[in-house]
């Protein structure tokens, strides 16, 4: 597996098993596939409601604790966010049975912001998360994150697919070193992603199919990737993705595909903003 080294020294692996939407009665058996198919990098949430899940299977697996790259996600906190974090921490590493996270993320750039990063920024001096980072930060958000606080994210996970591929934001992380993530990275199929004539034109050469196509091109931009599956064959052609490699061609015909737009939802939509800032998880 090929890995990234994050501004902190740690190295985490370019490619992982994302989690999100497997129901928790299914998660358990999906990592443990995720698993032996080789996979290192579990990536959850509190918010998932399966970290539980994906503990189970953790410890089923035996592999070495040091061998695998786990991260979970902090939800919204309420201000003052210090021991509601630090609170939340706890939870999801008592869930997952972890003595410690290799990356903590927030998972939303709302609530008490600083306050939760405070928080996340004690927990790293105190090797509780061995990375800290975020999620759905744009460019403004995340500039103000690290030109008002101490320690710079070491990530910042977002929508990031053929259709929103995330220049700017790139160019503007790479400048700060923080590490680009894509999440969706297969834009949860929308948009007819697996069946997309340029994507599997390209494919064919390599006989790849047009998932293998887009986890490449994110590697070969230099973002981790986590595509979510609960099939075992899904999981091993994911996981095949590099023994070919994507001409600069190749990669300029994919950039066309970019439309700069969500396909999901826009973090600067006031409802959005109202919906994710007001949810709170329960226990
Ligand atoms: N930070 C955030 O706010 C945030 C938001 C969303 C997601 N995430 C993270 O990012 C991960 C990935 O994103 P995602 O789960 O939203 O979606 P995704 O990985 O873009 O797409 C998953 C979908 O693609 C299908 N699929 C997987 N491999 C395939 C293949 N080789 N051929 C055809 N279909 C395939 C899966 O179906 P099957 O399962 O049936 O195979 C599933 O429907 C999540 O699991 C989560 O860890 C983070």
């Known amino acids: 597996m090929q890995n990234v ?11 992982g098993f994302g989690v999100y939407q497997i129901p928790p009665d299914q998660t358990e058996q999906a990592v443990t596939d995720a698993l032996a198919a080789g996979y290192r990098l579990l990536d959850t949430a509190a918010a998932y409601g399966n970290e539980e899940a994906v503990g189970r299977a953790i410890r089923a697996g035996g592999i070495p604790r040091d061998e695998l790259f786990v991260t979970t996600k902090l939800w919204v906190q309420d201000a003052p966010a210090e021991d509601n974090t630090r609170r939340a921490l706890e939870t999801s590493l008592t869930k997952l049975g972890l003595d410690y996270l290799d990356l903590y ?17 004690a927990a790293n001096r105190e090797g509780l998360a061995k990375a800290i980072g975020v999620a759905n930060f744009y460019p403004d958000r995340l500039l103000d994150l690290v030109l008002n606080n101490e320690i710079t994210p070491a990530v910042n996970q977002i929508e990031t697919h053929p259709f929103f591929q995330r220049t700017t934001d790139h160019d503007l992380m790479r400048e700060h070193g923080v590490q680009h993530q894509s999440w969706g990275g297969f834009a949860e199929g929308k948009n007819n992603l697996f069946t997309d004539p340029v994507l599997t034109g390209i494919g064919k050469a390599y006989d790849k199919s047009a998932a293998q196509v887009v986890l490449r091109w994110l590697i070969q931009r230099g973002i981790v990737t986590i595509p979510k599956s609960v099939r075992p064959e899904r999981m091993a052609q994911n996981i095949e993705v590099f023994d070919f490699r994507l001409t600069e061609d190749e990669m300029a015909r994919i950039a066309g595909l970019d439309t700069g737009a969500t396909l999901f939802f826009d973090h ?9 800032s007001k949810r709170r998880l329960e226990g």
């Open 268 to 276: 600067h939509d006031p409802e959005m903003v109202a919906w994710l």
């Open 5 to 15: 080294t994050l501004n902190n020294g740690v190295d985490m692996p370019i490619l």
């Open 105 to 121: 993320l927030m998972h939303q750039p709302y609530g008490d912001v600083y306050g939760q990063w405070r928080a996340m920024e």
